[in-house]
């Protein structure tokens, strides 16, 4: 029985990672193969010009989204310190 709480436990780590970083993680996609279709486009192969832009959508999607994934860690973080006693017998 208690396999399979940690698999659940792990299961529910991963949805989170991924809910975590989805907000951050697909805007910096779209920037980075926009970024990318223009450089090919117009033969621009400056690193530069690729990572600037990549760093601020990080940065602004951090000032937006950050509040609501760091509530999103400290929930499951919460919930996996109160299952504790009930692990330990």
Do not use: H
């Amino acid at each position: 029985m208690e396999a399979d709480y940690f698999i659940g436990v792990a299961q529910q780590a991963l949805w989170i990672l991924a809910l975590g970083s989805a907000p951050i993680l697909i805007p910096v996609l779209v920037v980075g193969v926009l970024l990318g279709m223009v450089q090919a486009a117009t033969s621009i192969n400056e690193q530069t010009l690729s990572f600037v832009p990549k760093l601020i959508v990080t940065a602004i999607c951090l000032a937006i989204f950050g509040g609501s994934i760091l509530v999103l860690l400290t929930d499951f973080t919460r919930d996996l310190y109160a299952q504790i006693p009930a692990l330990v017998r």
